[in-house]
């Protein structure tokens, strides 16, 4: 038995099938952005002779970021607005090896904070700012 579509029932099937697709496409590639967050990272330690300077733009990994130079390492780890960063600092003359830890909050998608060895030493500064693209 055949049955026949009016006019209208064509023309909503019609539209459905531009439709949904574009939608399903769009609601994928958010999700693509929203599962590769970025950092922007931005760090100085030392001074004179040891100062570095360091940061970029870096992934986030199941709220993991790593930052790696040969005077410097920095582990971040994001989950929600509370952050975490763990690294080590190598000055050149003389040569020794500081550990730091640094932890907060971040605020409208930016942190920054002084970066102070566990010995009570300040070391620097760092910031990062949260990006989504």
Same mark, same amino acid.
């Given at each position: *038995?055949?049955?026949?579509? =009016?006019? *209208?029932?064509?023309?909503r099937?019609? #539209? *459905?099938?531009?439709?949904l697709? @574009?939608?399903?496409?769009g609601?994928?590639?958010a ?10 990272f931005?760090?100085?330690v @030392?001074e004179g ?8 733009? /870096?992934?986030?990994?199941?709220? #993991? ?6 005077n410097?390492?920095?582990? =971040? ?5 509370? $952050?975490?960063?763990?690294g080590?600092? &190598?000055? #050149?003359?003389?040569?020794? &090896?500081?550990?730091?830890?640094v932890?907060?909050? $971040?605020?409208?998608?930016?942190f920054?904070?002084?970066? &102070?060895?566990?010995? @009570?030493?300040?070391?620097?500064s760092?910031s990062?700012? /949260?990006?989504?693209?």
């Open positions: *038995m055949m049955h026949k579509f =009016g006019p *209208m029932a064509r023309f099937v019609a #539209v *459905m099938a531009v439709v697709p @574009g939608l399903v496409a609601a994928l590639s999700a693509a952005v929203a599962a590769d967050p970025k950092v922007e931005k760090i100085t @030392g002779a040891n100062e570095v300077n360091g940061g970029g733009r /870096l992934y986030v990994d199941h709220g #993991v970021f790593q930052y790696e130079t040969d410097l390492n920095v582990t =971040g780890k994001v989950a929600g607005d509370d $952050i975490t960063l763990d080590t600092f &190598t000055t #050149v003359k003389p040569q020794a &090896t500081r550990t730091f830890k932890a907060g909050k $971040i605020v409208g998608g930016h920054a904070s002084s970066v &102070t060895a566990t010995d @009570g030493k300040k070391l620097g760092l990062l700012d /949260l990006k989504d693209e």
